[in-house]
């Protein structure tokens, strides 16, 4: 375990000192700053609305109920049922459909930028192996007391370790901004979902930690498609072009594919795990629980199949 550890903390070292960690770090920056701008214009134009809030709620109400009652319906009734419920307790607990402008929920709103990160490790991922073989370093890397299978998974482990401390940073970052827009102002309103016909009351802390862990799985799949492709073709320009094909364009496919029993079967149907925010089982009687199964199942598929082949290949 011991050396498991010192090859993690290698691979680590490794990654920090390479200007494509940098270079992320401030790219990460520059999106969180852009995010603040819009902060600020939010709340200098919500400042001047806030305080008719309840009567423009019980305006949407009103246009709601009618076009209910008519048949003409510009959104889906349940779309239009789960607005009419969110405001009406808007209405009895005094929650303002304002966005809160504070420190905490500048934070909560920085998990936008979690999307991002998957793109940037999947470069890293595409050269975790690859590099080793276009540098020669892979042999000086054999030589050292540890085997083959606790180098490779090591360098996965440190992978998934870069998800946490990407979306680390983007809590740093969206704490000092949030700090410079909004004072030292903690304060925050709970955040309302709508799930199995009810309105759930969530804390934003709650919601917080929620948005940044919600992509955590589906990442690590698309990382263990580009390591295994790295791992196997022994270049990062091959692994890294696929990889990010797949991840752009897995939605499509799972749409495309979603009337076909089979498809739940598929990894690209479990990709996107806020579709089961509301509660509900969407498409083929899936669940959330069945979505986490087969992306750790898919995820452990391409890695030890990679891992098999590096444990067996003959490095020159």
Not at 251 to 275: C, E, G, Q, R
Request: neutral net charge.
């Amino acid at each position: 375990m011991s050396n498991f550890i010192r090859l993690i903390g290698n691979e680590c070292r490794k990654i920090f000192v390479q200007k494509s960690f940098i270079i992320s770090l401030v790219i990460l920056l520059i999106l969180i700053i852009v995010l603040g701008r819009w902060e600020f214009v939010g709340k200098e134009v919500g400042a001047s609305k806030e305080a008719d809030w309840k009567e423009e709620i019980r305006i949407d109400n009103e246009n709601i109920e009618k076009e209910l009652k008519s048949a003409d319906i510009s959104e889906p009734a349940d779309q239009q049922l789960e607005k009419l419920a969110i405001n009406n307790y808007r209405l009895q607990h005094n929650i303002s459909h304002y966005e809160q402008h504070s420190v905490i929920d500048f934070m909560n709103k920085g998990a936008s930028i979690t999307n991002f990160i998957g793109i940037l490790l999947l470069y890293f991922a595409s050269n975790m192996m690859s590099k080793e073989h276009q540098w020669k370093t892979i042999n000086f890397l054999l030589v050292k007391p540890s085997t083959r299978r606790m180098i490779y998974y090591a360098k996965f482990t440190t992978l998934s370790l870069l998800y946490f401390i990407f979306s680390l940073a983007i809590l740093i970052y969206s704490f000092v901004i949030g700090c410079v827009i909004n004072g030292f102002d903690f304060s925050a309103q709970p955040v309302l979902t709508y799930a199995n016909n009810h309105v759930i009351e969530q804390s934003v802390l709650t919601s917080l930690v929620y948005n940044y862990l919600i992509n955590l799985l589906p990442f690590l799949l698309f990382v263990s498609i580009a390591y295994f492709l790295s791992t196997i073709l022994k270049s990062s320009s091959i692994s890294l072009l696929i990889s990010i094909v797949l991840f752009a364009t897995s939605d499509p496919i799972a749409a495309l594919l979603s009337s076909k029993n089979w498809s739940k079967y598929l990894p690209f149907m479990h990709t996107d795990l806020t579709v089961y925010e509301q509660g509900i089982n969407i498409v083929n009687d899936m669940h959330i629980g069945f979505s986490i199964f087969m992306l750790l199942l898919y995820t452990a598929l391409f890695l030890v199949s990679a891992g098999e082949v590096f444990k067996k290949r003959d490095v020159v």
